[in-house]
């Protein structure tokens, strides 16, 4: 069973498939480091099950991470929490342990999330008592179904993302109010670590719904893949005025992934090393067609990808926003939300 998650069509925000294509000339040539694939994160730390929960539980509390930074470390939200995370493992934390977890305080779950990432008497992971919540209701979760194990829950959907019997990845995991997406962010972003750990092999690939968080949304956006046509809306992107949905931009920008992955012949997972990456470091507050440097130092693309000359963006010669100062300052969505 194929599933789809095609946007609906809307008179507000269009999908433009010209650009789309343009990008994924682009993208199709790009080649990716070995060395990002071996990274120590990925290695892990501790038995299996442990490295199941490392990403299990880091991806769970990864969302909105706008302010997460060690200065110290030179580290900003992901990179941040992998390097946390891949402790927890080492040290055999509380904070991997679903039997605790569950029967632990939010107070007891807070306090060790903010000791884990402070730097000095100070921590920049915000929302404390939101991500303790997610984590611990995870864990609920494990141990209701699961007997309390991560690899369990995937031996379980026998690694399928969709399952006529309501056992795939995409069914299960939702259960968790982390996961609960629907356009599986968080899912797809954990299964795609998980295999490139070599913890698993998704059957039905072609089941995968792309990637898609703030970042993102916002190279579609400035490059003209996904255009706001509202007057109304485009104000609002531009000035970064909190809205209260995120659709159909999203969904839009779901789809140009989509099609951008099938044009460049590339994984719809390996969508997301590119522009997430490209998205924090080369297109975000500074611009690197704009700035000539990046936000990043090293720039995050540059550590994913092998390119030789990084004096422009990749994308510089087609995106409209390298011409544009208007898409230059488009935003993506800002909206209250724990999926990405």
């Not at 991470?65 to 470390?73: A, F, R």
């Not at 309390?148 to 109010?177: H, K, M, W």
Request: some cysteine; proline content about 4%; overall charge negative.
């Amino acid at each position: 069973m194929q599933h789809t998650s095609i946007a609906q069509p809307s008179s507000e925000v269009t999908l433009n498939p010209a650009q789309c294509e343009k990008i994924a000339a682009i993208v199709s040539v790009m080649k990716p480091s070995a060395a990002f694939y071996q990274r120590p994160y990925l290695q892990g730390a501790g038995n299996r099950e442990t490295r199941f929960r490392m990403h299990f539980f880091a991806v769970a509390i990864c969302h909105q991470t706008y302010h997460l930074h060690h200065k110290g470390k030179n580290l900003f939200g992901w990179d941040f929490i992998e390097d946390i995370f891949l402790q927890l493992a080492a040290d055999d934390s509380s904070l991997l342990q679903p039997h605790w977890l569950a029967s632990a305080s939010l107070d007891k779950i807070i306090a060790l999330l903010s000791a884990a990432f402070a730097e000095g008497s100070d921590c920049s992971l915000d929302r404390l008592p939101e991500r303790a919540h997610l984590m611990q209701q995870a864990a609920e979760i494990l141990n209701l179904y699961f007997s309390g194990s991560v690899q369990t829950l995937f031996d379980f959907s026998a690694n399928q993302l969709i399952n006529e019997d309501e056992t795939g990845l995409y069914q299960l995991l939702p259960r968790c109010e982390a996961f609960a997406d629907p356009q599986q962010k968080k899912t797809t972003f954990l299964v795609k670590l998980l295999e490139d750990a070599g913890l698993i092999k998704i059957a039905d690939r072609e089941n995968f719904i792309p990637i898609m968080d703030y970042h993102m949304q916002r190279v579609l956006l400035r490059t003209g893949c996904v255009e706001i046509a509202d007057v109304k809306l485009r104000h609002q992107i531009l000035h970064q005025q909190s809205l209260p949905t995120d659709e159909p931009i999203r969904g839009l920008c779901i789809e140009a992934m989509r099609r951008i992955a099938i044009h460049s012949q590339q994984s719809i997972t390996r969508m997301n090393d590119i522009f997430w990456a490209l998205g924090r470091s080369c297109c975000h507050q500074i611009l690197l067609c704009r700035d000539r440097h990046c936000e990043k130092s090293p720039c995050t693309l540059t550590q994913i990808y092998a390119i030789e000359n990084h004096s422009q963006c990749v994308f510089q010669k087609v995106c409209k926003g390298a011409v544009d100062a208007e898409y230059q300052n488009l935003w993506e969505p800002r909206v209250e939300t724990h999926f990405y």
